[in-house]
């Protein structure tokens, strides 16, 4: 099949859901066509070394990636989204007739950045059959300044629904956004599950470098720690004040950074906390290495409506790594915690509760936490892997191309 793949963010961006995509369909022979933009995530920066222009192309055997201007904002505001998100459209509509014209079916990685150049591509491609993978669901609440997008949100929510509508098939991935997805105007009949996987290269269970250990382990308290964005979904000051209550039996360590870093920064130092340490982003091949010297990885969700069915790519990457979670969050992601066994939970937003499940956490014996570590691969093994992902997607892929011909022969 000739695929077309359309995604706001792909790698040299952590973008590797697109990316392992892509390059997995081309080595099982599709010839696969990336329109995207150019790398600036997550500091709304181009990358050094890269300059937007029109017309910047990379090709292999089978896959060649076309990328396309875009205003380079980050999320520091709505506006800053909103420019990035519709300047994105407008290339995509300028670039895609002749690049994506003739492809068999188009896979759009569908997060709200990507919902204008998508219809405005649909409108142009006519009946390309389409299959979105849709990540996300718009929420105006998850806004640091609730209400600065709201004369976006009905726009947005009507793009969307005109997607779902026109889309031959939609996959989802998490159980619950099924639902939300289902209630914005798709087709249950054409919406399926199909759980993200993570970047298996990197993501797999290691021992720890004495490096990791001196970066994480200040003695031998247990150390739970949180990887990734520091920003308004997580609600980080929640664990901080949790791991106030507990200075003394335990570590908490923060890797990243975010538009929420200097709050929870300052919110620790206002606590006057001794265990509740903040390291600054590391390259995703460090990471395994870091999760080893750990002994939790803490998966932190708000109490969203929109958040209930997601799950973040961080419980992905530690079940691949084997690595134990103490998970607060609500909807899918406590649930498949659960079902695997793999770690403890607690309701979101709530920090007495979460200081309970940190004490319990520092109470389980070495051996019981690796039992977690274990069952949690295993889980992501059998639900989640990227070759099983990728062979539900082409199989979507496959459909959508066979019943748009034999819609065509009927006509």
């Not at 996959?171 to 759980?195: C, I, K, N």
């Not at 340490?277 to 590391?282: A, D, G, P, Q, S």
């Not at 051996?367 to 070759?387: H, K, N, P, T, V």
Request: charged share 25%; with cysteine.
């Amino acid at each position: 099949m000739k695929i077309g793949i359309l995604s706001y963010h792909f790698p040299p961006e952590p973008a590797f859901m697109p990316g392992s995509l892509a390059e997995e369909l081309a080595a099982r022979g599709h010839e696969v066509r990336v329109l995207t933009g150019f790398p600036d995530y997550p500091g709304g920066h181009v990358y050094p070394g890269w300059r937007q222009r029109w017309r910047y192309q990379t090709q292999s055997e089978r896959l060649t990636v076309r990328r396309v201007p875009r205003y380079a904002g980050g999320d520091r505001s709505a506006g800053a989204r909103m420019a990035g998100w519709l300047s994105f459209a407008g290339s995509v509509t300028l670039a895609g007739r002749r690049y994506l014209g003739d492809v068999d079916a188009l896979y759009v990685f569908q997060l709200p950045a990507v919902t204008f150049a998508a219809a405005g591509l649909l409108r142009l491609l006519g009946r390309v059959p389409t299959v979105l993978h849709v990540q996300d669901v718009w929420a105006e609440e998850e806004s640091a300044r609730p209400g600065e997008a709201g004369r976006w949100s009905g726009r947005l929510t009507a793009t969307t629904r005109r997607l779902y509508h026109e889309a031959g098939a939609i996959a989802v991935a998490a159980p619950s956004l099924r639902d939300l997805v289902v209630a914005g105007g798709a087709d249950p009949q054409r919406t399926r599950v199909v759980l993200n996987w993570t970047d298996e290269r990197i993501f797999r269970p290691t021992e720890p470098s004495r490096a990791a250990r001196q970066l994480v382990r200040r003695g031998n308290r247990c150390v739970v720690m949180h990887a990734g964005t520091i920003g308004v979904r997580q609600g980080l000051e929640t664990a901080v004040r949790a791991a106030a209550a507990l200075e003394g039996r335990m570590d908490l360590v923060l890797v990243g950074s975010g538009t929420q870093e200097r709050r929870v920064r300052g919110l620790a130092a206002e606590l006057r906390t001794q265990n509740v340490r903040f390291v600054e982003r590391r390259s995703p091949l460090d990471m395994p290495e870091l999760y080893a010297a750990a002994d939790y990885q803490l998966v932190m969700q708000r109490d969203l409506p929109g958040l209930r069915g997601t799950v973040p790519a961080k419980l992905q990457a530690a079940l691949s790594c084997a690595a134990p979670v103490v998970a607060s969050a609500g909807g899918d992601t406590v649930e498949l915690v659960e079902r695997a066994r793999a770690g403890l939970s607690c309701p979101p937003e709530d920090w007495a509760a979460l200081a309970d499940r940190f004490w319990l956490a520092s109470a389980i014996p070495p051996a019981a936490r690796a039992d977690m570590g274990r069952r949690g691969r295993d889980a992501y093994l059998r639900e989640m892997s990227l070759r099983g992902g990728v062979d539900r997607i082409e199989q979507l892929l496959h459909e959508v191309s066979q019943g748009a011909t034999r819609a065509g022969r009927r006509g």
